[in-house]
T-cell receptor, first 114, second 110 residues
Framework: AQSVTQLGSHVSVSEGALVLLRCNYSSSVPPYLFWYVQYPNQGLQLLLKYTTGATLVKGINGFEAEFKKSETSFHLTKPSAHMSDAAEYFCAVRLEGGYQKVTFGTGTKLQVIP | DVKVTQSSRYLVKRTGEKVFLECVQDMDHENMFWYRQDPGLGLRLIYFSYDVKMKEKGDIPEGYSVSREKKERFSLILESASTNQTSMYLC?????????FGQGTRLTVV
């Protein structure tokens, strides 16, 4: 079984500051890992994903995440927050192989302060 | 681009009604999913389907059923709607690692 823990249901940053959203996972086998973003009253949009290969993954809108197996983490970062980054962010995990059941974290709402 | 279309953005139904939520994808994906999203709980999987007429229970299937008669369409059915089923419902489809989501249906049961 797999699970995802997102630390902090709400995160506030100033415009231009570093964004760091934390995600830890548990999985008995190598996982696939994802970050999705949800704007108000919208569905989820994929930001980035890790499947295999390079552990530092770059996504859309300047976000990136690093897969750290030893820490079972997949934290999302962006060097400089923009007002348009205000949204809810979800970390998700899926086991390699088998049916593609994806397990989501509880989400982190990012507030960007002008 | 992959498109996943949910038939309604907003629905209001009465307690005890039978409710159908429809989802259509246009990319010939094998896998389709229904999630519900509630504040503080993230997305929870209700049912998923990996082929036509095939379905598997997710984490919270009670009170729901699904139908997949054609590859592109996956329906979620609330047999007798209850107020605790008021939620945002999200449909998704995938072929490989990535799931693509619809815009969501916000269902209110009164």
């Amino acid at each position: 079984a797999q699970s995802v823990t997102q630390l902090g249901s709400h995160v506030s940053v100033s415009e231009g500051a570093l964004v760091l959203l934390r995600c830890n996972y548990s999985s008995s086998v190598p996982p696939y890992l994802f970050w999705y973003v949800q704007y108000p009253n919208q569905g989820l949009q994929l930001l980035l994903k890790y499947t295999t290969g390079a552990t530092l993954v770059k996504g859309i809108n300047g976000f990136e995440a690093e897969f750290k197996k030893s820490e079972t983490s997949f934290h999302l970062t962006k060097p400089s927050a923009h007002m348009s980054d205000a949204a809810e962010y979800f970390c998700a995990v899926r086991l390699e192989g088998g049916y593609q059941k994806v397990t989501f974290g509880t989400g982190t709402k990012l507030q960007v302060i002008p | 681009d992959v498109k996943v279309t949910q038939s309604s953005r907003y629905l209001v139904k009465r307690t005890g009604e039978k409710v159908f939520l429809e989802c259509v994808q246009d990319m010939d994906h094998e896998n389709m999913f229904w999630y519900r999203q509630d504040p503080g709980l993230g997305l929870r999987l209700i049912y998923f389907s990996y082929d036509v007429k095939m379905k598997e229970k997710g984490d919270i299937p009670e009170g729901y059923s699904v139908s997949r008669e054609k590859k592109e369409r996956f329906s979620l059915i609330l047999e007798s709607a209850s107020t605790n089923q008021t939620s945002m419902y999200l449909c998704a489809s995938s072929a490989t690692a990535t799931a693509f989501f619809g815009q969501g249906t916000r269902l209110t049961v009164v």
